[in-house]
């Protein structure tokens, strides 16, 4: 690599001082962060012998594999099933409510999902937590690309502020051209608006919850692992590819829909690699909710009526 001319998607980012999931570097931001030990597998040669070393980026450094992913992914399957079933029975023996599998508890069954997928959330943040614990003595969110945006404060805010507005002016180009896709099949993820209840949940999981779990997951745990193997534009095509098709059982039937959010997880895997830090792409993740669920608001007059077909087109 000549160093005269650097990509400037393998800049090194520069990890935020202070532990949390946060968009703020440290007041320090002109020293030096020490260079993180990489491990040999990682800074291996790329299988000539004697061939020179392959340079790793700093924000690609990260102490777990691929057989940490099967585990993780074992798990959040599990746990995803385990959980949704122990909402329910919570449901119907200490509420007395009806079963949502049968007719008179049909309502109930939107509200268990969005509830089962809170508390997956929290799980699968406490596995990664504790998998990370494990294998570094370093902060969590630091370790798993929670770093600082870069710049002075004022700079740290007008950026912030730039990824919020980009992931909105994403929301926007994503529905219409959802409209345009001229689609008209009932999908799944429809029967989580059947009640004022669970519409407010998902409000508070598609707001709170989501971008800040999703984006440690695809973006911090997923992307450095297939971007350290293959490489940086393999990497963003591939967490962007699996992002969309973890939401095609919600949006199956809807092609169109689906391959929007495909590209929607490209760009915000483009943003984590460009910047180097997940900070960057949770807030683009945060605006491109905000303002689809702000739409639904206004759309419904404050979630009072619900024409058809107004939730998803």
Request: zero cysteines; a neutral charge.
């Amino acid at each position: 690599m000549n160093s005269s001319n650097p990509d400037p998607l393998l800049a090194p980012a520069e990890p935020a001082g202070a532990e949390g999931p946060t968009a703020e570097a440290p007041a320090a931001e002109t020293q030096a962060a020490p260079a993180i030990e990489a491990p040999a597998a990682i800074a291996a040669s790329s299988g000539e012998l004697g061939s020179p070393k392959r340079e790793v980026p700093h924000d690609l450094r990260v102490p777990w594999g691929w057989v940490d992913f099967i585990w993780f992914l074992l798990f959040a399957v599990i746990s995803s099933i385990v959980l949704t079933a122990l909402v329910e029975m919570f449901a119907v023996a200490i509420l007395h409510a009806p079963g949502p599998r049968t007719h008179a508890g049909e309502a109930l069954g939107p509200v268990v999902v969005v509830i089962g997928q809170v508390f997956w959330s929290g799980a699968a943040l406490l596995y990664l937590f504790a998998m990370v614990r494990v294998r570094s003595e370093d902060p969590f969110w630091r370790t798993i690309g929670w770093h600082g945006l870069r710049g002075a404060q004022e700079s740290r805010t007008g950026r912030a502020f730039l990824f919020l507005s980009g992931g909105a002016g994403m929301a926007v180009i994503v529905s219409v051209l959802g409209r345009l896709g001229g689609e008209n099949n009932q999908l799944p993820i429809e029967k989580l608006f059947d009640s004022r209840l669970s519409v407010e949940l998902l409000m508070v999981l598609g707001i709170l919850i989501a971008p800040l779990v999703e984006e440690t997951i695809f973006r911090g745990f997923l992307y450095p692992l297939v971007a350290r193997q293959f490489g940086v534009a393999v990497g963003i095509v591939v967490t962007g590819v699996v992002f969309g098709l973890m939401h095609a059982a919600q949006l199956w039937g809807g092609w169109s829909q689906i391959a929007l959010l495909i590209g929607v997880g490209i760009v915000l895997t483009w943003v984590r690699a460009r910047t180097g830090t997940v900070a960057a792409s949770y807030l683009m993740h945060l605006g491109y909710n905000g303002l689809l669920f702000i739409g639904l608001f206004l759309a419904t007059g404050g979630l009072r009526h619900f024409p058809a077909g107004v939730l998803i087109r």
